[in-house]
């Protein structure tokens, strides 16, 4: 039985992957013992662990958690651990199943993670994207709209093409539009068609991207573009599935699922009055937020590995040095610029950790990026070792991406897949000239 029974304190231990995943259990103020062992408090199926696996001692102050010396190990966000003061929302790990902390009066939804480690053109085997893969599962099997939501480079458009693919609608198009690359005086007539003679240059009836989709799905990638005089239009299309072409005067029902995708926040957005509150409220009924790739760095192997086979290249085409710096940087461009990367060092070729710069192949090694590999060294403390590694490997990115991008700090944010208000901060850091700056 569970010794030390004291107090009111209770959280709840639920269960996210493994034979026992599913299961909740409330647990008072006390010490807990978790094994395979009859005798524990909470008998886990998992083969993967020890007997008397884990002990958790539940206090006023929070949760302490001490392996028992178990034979795989105790795990959390990826770190082995002996004892550990675990924050609530932690998840631990103990052979194949995994466990997270709350408070009891959570109100957090917990997601199981999928078994898939793919979605589509999404990878990811970390628990964060196995819990988006879940969403994406039930929502791919379903026939509402859908809104994605992540930061630029996260993978929004592999997403969306990943549900209509999923989906009962997968024969039928997929039609992509981009929002914030067309005209707004275009938008109209590219959603919903004219007629001929509409305005100056129709000089045919056309078709907008609704009618086209017809019996599959349309992704409006950047919805937050959407000038405030067409949104009524497009909540139209959302409640009644109805379009109407610029100088018609009927309407046309359509059989289409609309996938939208922002990475702004539409709520502030609402709040500034610059988007509509039945419209944001209209698409996001169903929506699924794509973590970061800083948040998720134990990916970054496997993603490594899907572009190098993407690009027919084994997974020897970049060295243990490299791959070493690869899962250091935390990425603000998300996956899009981690695949540029890959994509530039493979086809330059690389001699050592210098040879990671988007410069041209030619150019000799830049100082920072030397500093950097000599900074990867046992003689430094590993977090300063670290902090030097990522600013060399920055000032030589941002160097070369400047010279290629002829000092065009709007085009070089597109190349990079880095927001342009944080290149610009990225900038003035290493002390880089911004031509479009102050």
């Given at each position: 039985?569970?010794?030390?029974?004291?107090?009111?304190?209770?959280?709840?231990?639920?269960?996210?992957?493994?034979?026992?995943?599913?299961?909740?259990?409330?647990?008072?103020?006390?010490?807990?013992?978790?094994?395979?062992?009859?005798?524990?408090?909470?008998?886990?199926?998992?083969?993967?662990?020890?007997?008397?696996?884990?002990t958790l001692e539940?206090?006023?102050?929070?949760?302490?958690?001490?392996?028992?010396?178990?034979?795989?190990?105790s795990f959390c966000e990826g770190m082995r651990f002996t004892e550990l003061e675990v924050r609530p929302g932690a998840v631990l790990k103990?052979?194949?199943?995994?466990?997270?902390?709350?408070?009891?009066?959570?109100?957090?939804?917990?997601?199981?993670?999928?078994?898939?480690?793919?979605?589509?053109?999404?990878?990811?085997?970390?628990?964060?994207?196995?819990?988006?893969?879940?969403?994406l599962e039930r929502l791919g099997?379903?026939?509402?709209d859908v809104l994605i939501q992540g930061e630029t480079g996260t993978g929004k458009e592999g997403c969306a093409e990943g549900i209509h693919a999923t989906s009962k609608r997968h024969d039928g198009p997929f039609i992509i539009v981009d929002l914030a690359g067309i005209a707004p005086t275009l938008i109209e007539s590219e959603l919903f068609g004219h007629v001929k003679g509409a305005f100056t240059g129709?000089?045919?009836?056309?078709?907008?991207?609704?009618?086209?989709?017809?019996?599959?799905?349309?992704?409006?990638?950047?919805v937050g573009e959407l000038p405030p005089d067409i949104q009524p239009r497009l909540l139209r299309v959302?409640?009644?599935?109805?379009?109407?072409?610029?100088?018609?005067?009927?309407y046309r029902t359509v059989d289409v699922r609309v996938v939208a995708a922002t990475h702004v926040d539409l709520e502030g957005a609402v709040k500034a009055g610059k988007f509509r509150e039945d419209l944001f409220h209209r698409l996001a009924v169903l929506r699924v937020t794509l973590p970061p790739l800083r948040e998720r760095l134990d990916d970054i192997p496997l993603l490594v590995d899907t572009v190098l086979e993407r690009m027919?290249?084994?997974?020897?085409?970049?060295?243990?040095?490299t791959r070493a710096l690869l899962a250091q940087y935390p990425w603000p461009g998300n996956v899009r610029e981690l695949r540029n990367v890959v994509e530039r060092v493979v086809n330059m070729g690389e001699e050592g950790l210098p040879d990671i710069s988007p410069s041209s192949p030619t150019d000799k090694p830049r100082p920072a990026a030397a500093?950097?590999?000599?900074?990867?060294?046992?003689?430094?403390?590993?977090?300063?070792?670290?902090?030097?590694?990522?600013?060399?490997?920055?000032?030589?990115?941002?160097?070369?991406?400047?010279?290629r991008c002829e000092g065009n700090v709007s085009r070089a944010s597109r190349e990079a897949g880095i927001d342009r208000v944080y290149l610009r901060k990225l900038l003035k850091k290493h002390g880089l000239h911004d031509p479009d700056g102050p």
């Open positions: 039985m569970p010794v030390e029974r004291k107090g009111t304190v209770r959280i709840k231990l639920v269960f996210l992957s493994g034979p026992d995943a599913g299961k909740s259990h409330a647990l008072v103020a006390g010490t807990y013992v978790l094994g395979t062992a009859p005798a524990c408090d909470y008998v886990l199926k998992d083969r993967a662990v020890s007997r008397q696996h884990l539940v206090k006023e102050s929070g949760v302490l958690a001490r392996d028992m010396g178990s034979r795989n190990g103990l052979g194949t199943t995994e466990l997270k902390i709350l408070p009891e009066d959570s109100r957090e939804r917990v997601i199981p993670p999928s078994a898939r480690t793919r979605f589509g053109s999404l990878v990811g085997a970390s628990r964060k994207m196995r819990e988006v893969f879940t969403v099997a379903g026939d509402a129709a000089q045919s009836d056309r078709a907008g991207v609704f009618e086209r989709a017809d019996g599959g799905t349309v992704f409006l990638d950047e959302l409640e009644r599935r109805q379009v109407k072409r610029v100088g018609a005067n009927d027919g290249r084994p997974p020897s085409a970049l060295s243990d040095q500093n950097a590999s000599a900074a990867a060294t046992p003689e430094l403390p590993f977090k300063e070792a670290k902090e030097r590694l990522i600013e060399g490997f920055e000032r030589d990115y941002l160097k070369g991406l400047l010279e």
